[in-house]
């Protein structure tokens, strides 16, 4: 019963949401409404509780077991002022709880993001090699794209920039059609044998 | 009182609503005819064959092994619930050769989902004992924070092997190159095209879009999973004719279609 | 030279070119990409007074990239008379957004209420795309600020999609994406993106196809903006730093292959 009653939810779900999908009838928005807006927000509420339980007690057995026992305080210790802050002081502009997303998260954030930066090079340096000719062939698709894309070349040389727009326009659009109209036949078999229930790994446990 | 169809159905969507029920069709034909389900076997995927040897080596060198979905994905997408395919597939390995599984998340409801695949996997194999629910975690819901989370187990636990499965984005190569820094084997796969380049050039395998949704086909051996992936090919072809057939007709007598033209 | 030690050098050298190119004042005429100019040409031909949702569909952390692209659209959007209805898909773009819009709307002597609004954050984007498609009072009752949104002249006449003329999505991810799906699929809103340049090709499919009316990315796109409205900012400021590590990437690229045809020589020898 645990995994049939799952099952049997997702299947009828999933049925009444692809046919209003097709209906413009006032009675299937209303469905579509009811499901997609209100029960989704609700569930979202829900699920928010089982995030904070959950990083709250993962990382309280982690503290106790002394894996990462600093790392862990600080994320628990950002965990709780941060509602706490927002409670004494509200979430308008000038809050203590504004100050801290302005000067802390967001900084934080935009460091982790740069990092990606010095990341694209470590891995040009590493990993991008002319081993053999498609190889090859896409190296010099790169570099044309990245000197179109730098000041330099765009203001330098003029056939760089449309030589660049249409390797993206035909050549790697092609590819990533190809690639989409695969994913998306993928994500169609993957629901439709979730939906009739030869794809139960996701149930989990029975016992 | 008789009701007009166009008052249920919206005119401008059926042809995507022909297309889903030509396509469903096909799938549950493959899937349920008994003389097509025993026929099929898949080509090999090579990410998916080094699926053993990561685990393998993270056994020997006593060192976890880290499983991430990616934080593009959430639990209503099929891409999260193929990833949780092969999570199963290797948890089930991992508590065999009792090799600690190392989960991020930055959904709540994934790292519930995963907590259950990966207890139903142990208690699978026996070793129930072995299962250690608090590493599924849920680590942060904001992208960088996930990042950072994932880049920093990475960092301490050092794990022997990395499986970046899932929906990506801004992240991926942030977690490939620590993952590639520490030395670990990476299999990586996405549906998200943009992020495929960063995998490939950072990581040992990459199963590119589809293959990822015919891991669990090809993990499972599942006649019926497998004539599904079957009916995947089968739809490519139909495809492939259909746009074939109407590049001819463009460019013989005009563009038959009008109405479905980008403006 | 081990990986370790050649990582940190590549690191150590993209610092230091970065560093310097953000020093250096950029100057000079950028050539504006057809898609940035596509842009530029829907929002010049969209009639003053015409409401138009401006969503703010990231985080904080792409805020160097994000804020001269918003900026630029919404200098270009008051000056032409446009009302952007400002939302946000993601809770850290809600602030981010308000404050930006506050910025740009002194700038042109703008009220709050009358000539733009802000209406804020609604988590479960999908969920939140679909119920303003039915409704948009009734997923926003109120502002961002607790007004009830009837009563700000900003909002007369929008109740769906059908009473704005589209929406313009800035986003550092695939938010634009689920625009283009759920928007555009299923309620015909005209769909525009200023997105990071990282995910600028991902949308190039859309754009081809028609789902996306205009598309620009990153600092080159801002710049290219910045160019077309006559108001200089952030994006050309930047975006000598990105061609420096663009040219640094393509060096990087370079330097690592003959690293590698001389290890390959190397070793073809030894075996010799």
Same mark, same amino acid.
Do not use: C
């Given at each position: 019963m645990r995994r049939k009653l799952p099952q049997i939810i997702v299947a009828a779900v999933g049925l009444i949401m692809f046919l209003v999908y097709f209906s413009g009838h006032p009675t299937a928005q209303r469905v579509n409404q009811t499901i997609l807006v209100d029960y989704w927000q609700i569930i979202f509420a829900f699920t928010l509780i089982v995030g904070v339980i959950g990083f709250a007690r993962s990382n309280l057995q982690q503290i106790q077991r002394g894996d990462g026992r600093f790392f862990r305080i600080v994320s628990l210790v950002g965990l709780v002022s941060m509602p706490i802050l927002a409670l004494i002081g509200g979430i308008n502009a000038g809050s203590p709880f504004v100050w801290m997303f302005d000067h802390v998260q967001a900084p934080m954030q935009a460091t982790v993001f740069a990092l990606l930066a010095f990341f694209v090079a470590s891995a040009a340096l590493r990993g991008f090699r002319a081993r053999s000719v498609p190889a090859a062939i896409l190296l010099l698709a790169a570099t044309i794209t990245l000197l179109a894309r730098s000041d330099v070349g765009g203001a330098?040389?003029?056939?760089?920039?449309?030589?660049?727009?249409w390797i993206r326009a035909h050549p790697s659009m092609a590819a990533r059609r190809a690639i989409l109209i695969g994913i998306g036949l993928g994500s169609l078999t993957t629901s439709l044998r979730i939906l009739i229930g030869i794809e139960r790994t996701w149930l989990g446990s029975e016992r | 009182m008789l009701v007009p169809l166009t008052a249920w159905i919206e005119p401008d969507r059926l042809p995507i609503l022909i297309a889903a029920i030509i396509a469903t069709a096909i799938v549950l034909y493959t899937t349920y005819h008994r003389r097509s389900r025993d026929r099929y076997r898949m080509r090999p995927i090579q990410g998916l064959q080094a699926v053993e040897d990561a685990i393998g080596?993270?056994?020997?060198?006593? &060192? !976890?092994?880290?499983?991430?979905?990616?934080?593009?994905?959430?639990?209503? &997408? !099929?891409?999260?619930i193929a990833a949780l395919n092969i999570l199963s597939h290797v948890a089930e390995k991992t508590s065999r050769y009792d090799c600690r599984l190392l989960f991020p998340t930055h959904d709540p409801v994934i790292m519930s989902v995963a907590q259950e695949v990966g207890r139903e996997a142990y208690i699978r194999t026996g070793h129930s004992d072995r299962f250690q629910a608090d590493d599924f975690a849920y680590v942060?819901?904001?992208?960088?924070?996930?990042?950072?989370?994932?880049?920093g187990m990475i960092a301490r636990e050092n794990p022997a092997s990395v499986f970046l499965l899932g929906t990506f984005e801004a992240e991926s190569l942030i977690l490939a190159e620590v993952g590639n820094a520490s030395g670990a084997i990476q299999i990586a796969g996405t549906d998200s095209t943009i992020q495929l380049a960063f995998f490939i050039v950072a990581c040992d395998y990459t199963l590119i879009g589809e293959e990822l949704f015919a891991a669990s086909a090809y993990l499972s051996q599942d006649p019926a999973i497998l004539a599904s992936v079957r009916a995947q090919d089968i739809m490519k072809v139909l495809i492939v004719i259909a746009i074939l057939t109407l590049l001819i007709i463009a460019s013989t007598v005009g563009w038959p279609l009008e109405s479905l033209s980008a403006p | 030279m081990n990986s370790a030690l050649s990582r940190r050098l590549a690191f150590a050298g993209l610092f230091i070119a970065v560093t310097v190119a953000m020093l250096i004042p950029s100057e000079g005429d950028v050539r504006v990409a057809p898609e940035t100019r596509q842009?530029?040409?829907?929002?010049?031909?969209?009639?003053?007074?015409?409401?138009?949702?401006?969503?703010?569909?990231?985080e904080a952390s792409a805020l160097p990239e994000i804020r001269p692209l918003a900026l630029a659209l919404l200098r270009h959007c008051f000056e032409r008379d446009l009302v952007p209805i400002g939302v946000s898909l993601l809770a850290e773009g809600t602030g981010i957004g308000f404050a930006l819009m506050d910025q740009t709307a002194d700038e042109y002597d703008?009220?709050?209420?009358?000539?733009?609004?802000?209406?804020?954050?609604?988590?479960?984007?999908?969920?939140?795309?679909?119920?303003?498609?039915?409704?948009?009072?009734?997923?926003?009752?109120?502002?961002?600020?607790?007004?009830?949104?009837?009563?700000?002249?900003?909002?007369?006449?929008?109740?769906?999609?059908?009473?704005?003329?589209?929406?313009?999505?800035?986003?550092?991810?695939?938010?634009?994406?689920?625009?283009?799906?759920?928007?555009?699929?299923?309620?015909?809103?005209?769909?525009?993106?200023?997105?990071?340049?990282?995910?600028?090709?991902?949308?190039?499919?859309?754009?081809?196809?028609?789902?996306?009316?205009?598309?620009?990315?990153?600092?080159?796109?801002?710049?290219?903006?910045?160019?077309?409205?006559?108001?200089?900012?952030?994006?050309?400021?930047?975006?000598?730093?990105?061609?420096?590590?663009?040219?640094?990437?393509?060096?990087?690229?370079?330097?690592?292959?003959?690293?590698?045809?001389?290890?390959?020589?190397?070793?073809?020898?030894?075996?010799?």
């Open positions: 330098t040389i003029a056939w760089l920039p449309e030589t660049a727009e | 080596r993270a056994t020997e060198m006593a &060192r !976890p092994l880290l499983f991430t979905p990616g934080w593009g994905g959430d639990i209503q &997408r !099929p891409t999260t942060s819901s904001s992208q960088f924070g996930y990042a950072a989370a994932v880049e | 842009l530029y040409e829907w929002i010049d031909s969209i009639p003053p007074g015409s409401q138009v949702i401006v969503s703010f569909d990231h703008k009220t709050y209420g009358e000539d733009y609004a802000f209406l804020g954050f609604k988590p479960q984007f999908i969920a939140a795309i679909l119920s303003m498609g039915e409704s948009i009072p009734a997923t926003y009752p109120e502002d961002y600020l607790g007004t009830p949104i009837d009563s700000l002249p900003a909002m007369v006449g929008v109740t769906t999609y059908d009473d704005v003329v589209g929406v313009l999505s800035i986003a550092d991810g695939s938010m634009t994406t689920h625009w283009v799906e759920y928007g555009e699929a299923r309620f015909g809103v005209p769909i525009a993106g200023a997105v990071t340049a990282a995910m600028i090709t991902s949308y190039d499919p859309y754009l081809a196809s028609g789902q996306m009316v205009a598309l620009m990315g990153g600092l080159r796109g801002a710049a290219e903006y910045e160019q077309l409205i006559g108001i200089g900012g952030g994006g050309s400021r930047g975006l000598l730093a990105q061609s420096v590590s663009h040219l640094y990437v393509l060096a990087m690229i370079i330097i690592g292959n003959l690293l590698w045809w001389r290890a390959r020589r190397r070793k073809g020898k030894e075996s010799v």
